[in-house]
């Protein structure tokens, strides 16, 4: 379920020169947090199972000659991890930018303007100008629902919705469909959101999403706001109760 | 042989505009047309985006003035959502609009045109700027640029930022005001008056020099058009649109549901050689529908302005100039006039008891499919109009902008000035710069960026029929 399903064997690892100790099971981006390493994220979430998508938590280890997504990979014993490296930089910016090229995020007249995820990661690594040449795919905004709405230029496809509504909720009600660019989320049998049947309207979805793809309905620009905090609590009460 | 002048490179409405002049086989003007020649898409973009978007993308269309906008969609999703706002939110939006009014207007007046003004229109280029300006007339363009500073800080303490806030949204705006806010604005009410009292005094001084360019700015008849308060006062938010003739008599009038039915008085014609549609007064069809919109219409429309001051002023304006004066070039008048009426508007609203109510946002869902926002942007009314469809997402959005009313008599206003001061092949730089000039009278964001450093690039060009350039002035 969660990124640091631990045995309770101790380890120890080196993350940048840094000697750590950790339980065996713990995954690098687990171990690194606690340790007050930052490694950025986008489609991982405390509380949500691992899906690795974004690449954006890639790590050299030694020895390996791929780069390792953090928060998918185990620490082993012994293991020597670099989390901070011009080459991790320059990877990291250019998944960013892809991100951007990909669909329409207008930042200025987007509601999640000023609390977006995509936007401060963008900040974080230093993102000015996006090298590569946008795509301006014609997507549409799902606004069939009652409470909240679905756009899809906004979308980056972390699936952090599709996660917490399958995982935590237990509706399933959103999914992928399509590969690659063509990727989208859906609803039930890929109709309007209004018309699922299996929809709670809980509104987890809105609120984990990192961006302004999923987002209330009559927000303004700049004016959506995301509650990210219920989620380890919900999953710690939860566990707590069984 | 008959010729052509172009004038390619006349910078900024919102983009790009161009001038011809066609000259015939003795050298005599006998037509001059001003071309937009960017297309901006607006109304195709915004398809398919929610409606509570709207103000936020729409008021992109201008870094000038994106608080026109702002109203204009905002009035527009309210008839959709189909609420009345909140008192206080409406006073509010009141006074963000008329800070925007007034920092326009100064950006307008001081910035652009009054070089012209203070150093002639045949005076020096290198010197007939706002440097030349800040050089040779530091108090005046000091008042000028503080002016414009208060009503950028004032949107900015309203919303934020100075440009493109987030503020306004359909059904108010998004935060109240605070006293400490409303403090900091009525402090600084007595020196903005004291300055606009002084930029009066200098423009008193002056605006008598150009008898030649107040008989030839677009100086001819044409309807006028801009809100009015419920009482026929100057309004800028909220009211009836009038129409009425050279004389200033109705000819018709809109009251603010009929708004709707906007297309019942007003025409869209296009022609081929601009982007920019081409309103006209339906009743008269076109292109005989002539009007005009903005500061100078605002004064010929109401019966007066409603502030003590300002109401002084304009009793000055009208003992010199008549009750509906019809040159363009008093455009410049009208627009001090406004700013000292925006600014004791301001002290006033911002004294209500209610201002620092905190209920300033009406939330409901859309309730009508059709929506009509109507408001007075600094250069005249503007008209945002929206479909949507079930789902609440934009189908169809029109907007006359206030630049597209006054686009038919720029065109003339042109045309009189080229016949008036353009002869003969040889081309002179005061001819150029009183083409501009006219252009200015109406301020149709034409003078955004580079002509705020005081002159546009300008590129003329005189050609044979045959289109072998005779002459060139180039102006960088």
Known sequence: ?242 | MPQTITIDGVTRIEGHAKITIQLDDAGKVYDAQFHVTQFRGFEKFVQGRPLTEMPGIMARICGICPVSHLMAAAKACDDILAVQIPPTAEKLRRIMNLAQMIQSHALSFFHLSSPDLLFGMDGDPKQRNIFGLIRDHPDFARDGIMLRKFGQDIIAKLGGKKIHPAWVVPGGVNAPLTEEVQDSILKEVPAAIERIDRALDYFHQIEGRYPAEEDAFANFPTLFAGLVTADGLLEHYHGPLKFVDQDASLVAELSPADQRHYGSLIGEAVEKYSYLKFPYFKPRGYPDGIYRVGPLARLIVAERCGTRRADMELGAFRTRLGRSPQSSFHYHWARLIEILYGIEMIQRLLQFPDILNTHIRARARPNRLEGVGVSEAPRGTLIHHYKIDDNGLIQWANLIIATGHNNLAMNRGVRQVAERFVDGNKLQEGMLNRVEAVIRCFDPCLSCSTHALGQMPLRIELCKADGEVCDVLQRD
């Open chain 1, 1 to 242: 379920m969660t990124s640091a399903v631990s045995s309770g064997e101790s380890i120890t690892l080196k993350i940048d020169d840094k000697d750590i100790s950790c339980r065996s099971g713990e995954t690098i981006l687990a171990v690194a947090r606690e340790n007050n390493i930052d490694i950025p994220t986008l489609c991982f979430m405390e509380g949500l199972s691992v899906w690795g998508g974004c690449r954006l938590c890639l790590v050299e280890v030694a020895g390996s000659p791929k780069l390792q997504a953090a928060c998918a990979t185990v620490c082993t014993e012994g293991m020597n991890v670099v989390t901070a490296s011009p080459r991790l930089k320059e990877y990291r910016k250019m998944i960013v930018e892809m991100l951007f090229a990909e669909r329409n995020h207008v930042c200025s007249v987007c509601v999640s303007n000023g609390h977006c995820e995509l936007q401060d990661m963008a900040v974080k690594l230093e993102i000015d100008h996006v090298r590569f040449p946008y795509r301006y795919p014609h997507l549409q905004v799902d606004n069939s629902h009652d409470r909240a709405r679905m756009d899809h230029n906004r979308c980056i496809l972390c699936t952090r919705c599709v996660r917490v509504c399958a995982e935590i909720e237990g509706a399933h009600t959103k999914d992928v469909k399509g590969r690659g660019v063509l990727a989208a989320i859906i609803h039930d049998l890929d109709q309007p959101w209004g018309e699922s049947e299996t929809c709670t309207s809980c509104g987890k979805c809105v609120n984990v999403c990192p961006t302004g793809a999923l987002t209330h309905r009559g927000t303004a620009v700049g004016e959506m706001q995301k509650k990210t905090d219920f989620l380890p609590y919900l999953t710690l009460m939860r566990r707590t109760e069984s």
